[in-house]
């Protein structure tokens, strides 16, 4: 990375902590006086940072507008598809994207099984909210009273005898899923399925979808299926990474120099 631009963006983080004034950003860049000061007039040109009376700095209006506009237009579904094909073609198994909206627990991805049983669920259907392992996940990130006040409102029905009773109950798994970072469903809605799934996170930590992996017993036992849990939550951990920008790529970027190539910006000492 050009070291302008290092320094440039090292100031942001910087400011996060609370105004500085330029002998602070100086000291804390470990560069001359004018080197911080045409650093801090081009983030300002830019919005991204913005001068106080008391000729102390703080972050921009226009950095936060960017993120607000970036996180509206983040699409996780998206950014997910490629991971769940993956998990899917490792697995074999049906895998579930899902999100919480509306009171509502929405299945808005699903990659088939290899294997000809297949699974119901459609995308855009509504999942069992009080047995299915994505809203388990969903439900269990949310404040304790809304989490309570959701749980007490829910109606329990008894798909099979391992359901979930009642609100004291969902309550209590919840508290689980929230403790342990993952969930199951190992019967609950239909007794021939079961389904170990995952929290996919935003850059604030939130649970914003959550992803799974499900299968009859008839092609994997529970035991088979839990087995696979570590590669559901390295993939719902990946996911996260690319959804809060944060994952280093490991596809190669066109604009990137070939290294073996010389720099054209950089003088060949050959040439002088």
Not at 23 to 51: I, N, S
Not at 210 to 237: D, G, Y
Not at 238 to 250: F, L, Q, V
Request: charge should be negative.
């Amino acid at each position: 990375m050009s070291q302008t631009v290092d320094r440039a963006l090292s100031i942001l983080p910087l400011l996060a902590e609370g105004p500085a004034n330029l002998e602070q950003v100086a000291t804390r860049l470990g560069v001359h006086k004018t080197t911080a000061l045409r650093l801090l007039r081009t983030l300002h040109e830019h919005g991204m940072v913005y001068r106080q009376e008391d000729q102390r700095y703080r972050l921009g209006a226009r950095l936060f507008a960017l993120a607000q506009q970036a996180a509206e237009n983040l699409d996780v579904r998206e950014i997910a598809h490629p991971y769940l094909v993956e998990l899917n073609e490792r697995c074999g198994h049906t895998v579930h994207l899902a999100v919480y909206e509306d009171n509502e627990v929405l299945y808005i991805d699903k990659v088939e099984s290899r294997y000809p049983v297949r699974m119901y669920s459609r995308i855009g259907k509504p999942v069992a909210i009080t047995v299915a392992a994505v809203a388990k996940l969903l439900l269990a990130d949310l404040p304790e009273a809304e989490r309570r006040a959701v749980a007490e409102r829910l109606p329990y029905p008894a798909y099979t005898p391992r359901s979930t009773p009642n609100a004291a109950a969902f309550l209590k798994e919840l508290a689980t899923v929230r403790e342990q970072g993952w969930a199951t469903d190992l019967g609950g809605h239909e007794e021939s399925i079961n389904c170990v799934g995952a929290p996919i996170r935003g850059v604030d930590g939130r649970v914003v979808a959550a992803c799974s992996v499900s299968a009859p017993n008839v092609v994997v036992t529970a035991e088979e299926l839990l087995a696979l849990l570590p590669l559901v939550r390295r993939t719902a951990e990946a996911i996260s990474r690319a959804y809060s920008g944060s994952a280093p790529s490991d596809v190669p970027d066109p604009d990137e120099p070939d290294p073996d190539e010389p720099d054209p910006d950089v003088p060949d000492p050959e040439d002088k």
